[in-house]
């Protein structure tokens, strides 16, 4: 009957669904018999609330609050006042609204995806007792006694984390050397510097290093969380950056892992492979984003990356992907046509139709399939009519291979001009320009800025930059 | 006591000029409907710090009621 009411909601309101579960309520007359015998409430309630999960679990649109934990958390016998329910209904008791409610933003958060990824490790204090710049290895308290031990299961918490998918970062006011010590040397380490995503160690202002790693990862400050012992710098970045998640810390490291967890930063609807991956593509960007600030020129960054593009006709495998970027580019897309998987499948192989898909891979790893053109033969030319990039690889030159690619096949098929449309959007300013800094001759521009450019193949050969390895598969 | 009373009043109506008298009750008020009523019993235990029993919920027919239970629960006047 639930589900029918859930489906009921999804598709007359197009709702995504909140289902709270059921209590087990801590008075009952059969006592531990009802969990026990198989007709007893609390087995049926547990029963019910399994099935629940379950049927969370087959990605139907719901997501469930879990009550009867949450009333566990505040403790069963206050969260419910049976005088205030026969007297109005009221349940549960006032004092425990703002638990249940806390724990329903952090499901909406999650149903939104507005939950926090990163997590900003300060170091002393945080990983280990004492401070590793003066204390030395030896001299921090890291296992091997009751102070020691809560550190180290702290650290086992969050290394917990990572392997959910949660970014770690290192902020911490040491000197790096120092910093890197523990990680690798001390025995009862449990974080190795292979999860921690980007490390920072050095004396400036948290807020200007927090405002690093924001950009670095490209992630927004809101989806950072500090975890930092000391209330002046908790105080300061909270003031300079509002937008980052600042938890309170108390005094014990026992109780770290609880004041973070209670803070439900990370809950989310589902665990899928990408988020495992994302850890790992996110390194990957840290690499190159670093690469960059040492290179010294564009060339030599561009040469550095060692990049390797794939141009390749449409096919059935790569069809999803490329239809979702058709769909969702805004950027750098010159035309902003949009078309259906149906639509894009009926492309593959028609004659008259080039069709390429890009994909490129650098020395740091493989940014995947990122661009798509779409090229439509009229009698001795041949018309531009999607040519969209994922802003992922913008700066790259990229665009300029994939042109080269329609170039090539152009002059082979014995066509005389290539043609270029620009269509405005709100989104789309950055590619205004893009034809005419290609070398294209601008034919045509109507009132609304759109604009028609064409490229003699007889008068002009179309160079492409050197900085690619080019794997060019036609059939 | 009563300007406590006419204070919880005044926050569950939303309205700065109300005021109360001894046989007000919830024919007398448009919006006193079921959730305010939920909202003045949980305002009022706030206030004075005390808890109602259901006996003395269900007793309650006006603010005068209310006014006695207060005071016989050792609310100062």
Redesign the interface.
């Known amino acids: 009957m639930l589900r029918n009411l859930w489906q009921q909601c999804r598709e007359h309101l197009n709702a995504f669904v909140i289902q709270h579960n059921f209590e087990i309520l801590p008075a009952d007359p059969y006592g531990r018999l009802s969990a026990v015998l198989k007709g007893g409430r609390a087995r049926l309630l547990r029963q019910i609330n399994l099935e629940l999960w379950n049927a969370e679990q087959e990605g139907t649109g719901i997501a469930i609050l879990d009550v009867d934990q949450i009333a566990a958390i505040y403790g069963k016998t206050s969260w419910s006042d049976p005088?205030?329910w026969?007297?109005?209904?009221?349940y549960p008791s006032?004092d425990a609204i703002p638990l249940l409610v806390s724990h329903q933003v952090a499901l909406l958060r999650a149903i939104l995806g507005l939950t926090a990824k990163c997590l900003v490790l300060d170091l002393d204090g945080i990983l280990w007792g004492g401070v590793i710049g003066e204390d030395g290895l030896s001299g921090i308290k890291l296992g091997g006694g009751e102070v020691g031990d809560s550190f180290v299961a702290f650290q086992h918490y969050i290394q917990s984390l990572q392997r959910r998918g949660i970014i770690l970062t290192v902020c911490s006011k040491n000197n790096e050397e120092d910093a890197k010590l523990p990680f690798g040397s001390h025995p009862e380490m449990i974080l190795s510097l292979d999860d921690i995503t980007m490390f920072v160690a050095n004396w400036r202002p948290k807020n200007e290093n927090l405002q690093l790693i924001a950009e670095t990862l490209n992630i927004g400050l809101d989806s950072l969380v500090l975890v930092d012992d000391n209330p002046a710098e908790r105080a300061w970045v909270r003031q300079q950056l509002p937008e980052v998640e600042v938890p309170e810390m108390p005094n014990d490291p026992a109780q770290y892992i609880d004041a973070i967890d209670r803070q439900m930063y990370f809950e989310t609807l589902s665990l899928t492979k990408e988020d495992r991956r994302r850890v790992e593509s996110y390194r990957e960007n840290v690499q190159r984003k670093v690469f960059e600030t040492m290179s010294t020129s564009i060339e030599d960054f561009l040469t550095g990356l060692q990049m390797q593009v794939e141009l390749k006709p449409f096919d059935e495998a790569n069809l999803p992907r490329i239809a979702q970027l058709i769909n969702k580019t805004n950027q750098f897309n010159l035309t902003t046509r949009r078309l259906s998987e149906i639509q894009v499948r009926s492309l593959i192989d028609r004659p008259g139709v080039y069709t390429r898909s890009m994909r490129l891979r650098d020395r740091f790893g493989d940014n995947g399939l990122t661009g798509v053109l779409i090229a439509l033969e009229e009698g001795d030319r041949i018309r531009i009519d999607i040519w969209l990039m994922s802003c992922r690889v913008l700066g790259r030159r990229v665009e300029e291979t994939m042109l080269g690619g329609l170039m090539r096949y152009a002059r082979d098929r014995g066509l005389r001009y290539v043609i270029g449309e620009y269509i405005p959007t709100p989104k789309n300013g950055l590619v205004s320009d893009l034809f005419d800094g290609l070398g294209f001759e601008c034919i045509e521009e109507e009132p609304n800025g759109a604009r028609k450019y064409l490229w003699a193949l007889s008068k002009k050969v179309f160079m492409e930059p050197g900085c690619f390895q080019l794997v060019d598969q036609t059939r | 006591m009563d300007h406590r009373i006419r204070e919880v009043f005044r926050e569950v109506f939303d309205n700065d000029e109300m005021e109360i008298w001894d046989d007000m009750a919830a024919k007398d008020v448009l919006e006193w409907d079921?959730l305010a009523?939920?909202k003045l019993?949980?305002g009022l235990e706030?206030e004075f710090g005390i808890?109602?029993?259901?006996h003395e919920?269900?007793e309650m027919r006006c603010v005068g009621d209310l006014r006695e239970t207060l005071l016989r629960k050792g609310i100062a006047e």
């Open positions: 005088v205030l026969h007297v109005a209904k009221q006032p | 079921s009523q939920v019993i949980i706030e808890k109602f029993t259901t919920v269900a």
